[in-house]
């Protein structure tokens, strides 16, 4: 088992990226989080926004993670409307009480990000070790490398972890 675990909600896979290419670099264990319903075109996009805007629970299948077993679980979101989306805040809701220490990532396309961030500390509870915003183009152009070196390199000291220098790309 890895001191380190990355539980992620993607919709357009934005984040799945982001959470795949953290988990290389810091030698991480990955969870997604599992819509029960599809969020697909049109129909699923609008779904998303009435529940994020109502605040609404999402239908999720939960990653089965022993969180206790972590020394930090970074937990990733995208943006939805300025909020963190409906999957994660479900997922943070029903968690928050036994998480560890936290790290925060959030991906967004516009704006938003910095209220994303601290709803993630408010529903976790907790002042996260690091959080990260990223936008889209940095992720689509795959020019945050950079970034997500330094994030990583925060989370693995929280966690106690020796990192390969360099670490991998």
Same mark, same amino acid.
């Given at each position: 088992?890895?001191p380190?675990?990355i539980v992620?909600?993607?919709?357009? %896979?934005?984040t799945q990226l982001?959470?795949?290419e953290? *988990?290389? $670099?810091i030698s991480a264990?990955?969870f997604?989080i599992?819509?029960a /319903?599809s /969020?697909r075109g049109?129909?699923g996009?609008?779904?998303s926004?009435?529940?994020v805007?109502?605040?609404?629970?999402?239908q999720?299948?939960?990653?089965?993670?022993?969180l206790g077993r972590? $020394?930090?679980? @970074?937990? *990733?979101?995208?943006?939805?409307?300025?909020? @963190?989306?409906?999957?994660v805040?479900?997922?943070?809701k029903?968690?928050a009480a036994?998480?560890p220490?936290v790290?925060?990532v959030c991906?967004?396309?516009?704006? %938003?990000?910095?209220?994303?961030?601290k709803g993630?500390?408010?529903l *976790? %509870?907790k002042?996260? @070790? *690091?959080q990260?915003a990223l /936008?889209?183009t940095?992720?689509?152009r795959a020019t945050?490398g950079e970034?997500l070196d330094?994030?990583?390199?925060i989370?693995a @000291?929280?966690? %106690?972890?020796?990192?390969?220098?360099p670490?991998p790309?």
């Amino acid at each position: 088992m890895k001191p380190v675990a990355i539980v992620y909600y993607t919709r357009t %896979g934005n984040t799945q990226l982001v959470a795949h290419e953290l *988990a290389q $670099r810091i030698s991480a264990d990955l969870f997604p989080i599992q819509d029960a /319903r599809s /969020r697909r075109g049109v129909l699923g996009f609008l779904r998303s926004l009435w529940e994020v805007l109502r605040q609404r629970e999402a239908q999720i299948v939960a990653p089965d993670v022993a969180l206790g077993r972590y $020394r930090v679980v @970074v937990v *990733a979101t995208p943006v939805w409307a300025s909020n @963190v989306s409906s999957p994660v805040s479900t997922w943070l809701k029903r968690s928050a009480a036994a998480l560890p220490d936290v790290a925060f990532v959030c991906t967004y396309g516009g704006s %938003g990000a910095e209220s994303v961030l601290k709803g993630l500390a408010n529903l *976790a %509870g907790k002042v996260p @070790v *690091a959080q990260l915003a990223l /936008r889209e183009t940095e992720i689509r152009r795959a020019t945050c490398g950079e970034k997500l070196d330094e994030f990583g390199k925060i989370i693995a @000291v929280a966690a %106690g972890m020796s990192l390969p220098s360099p670490m991998p790309a």
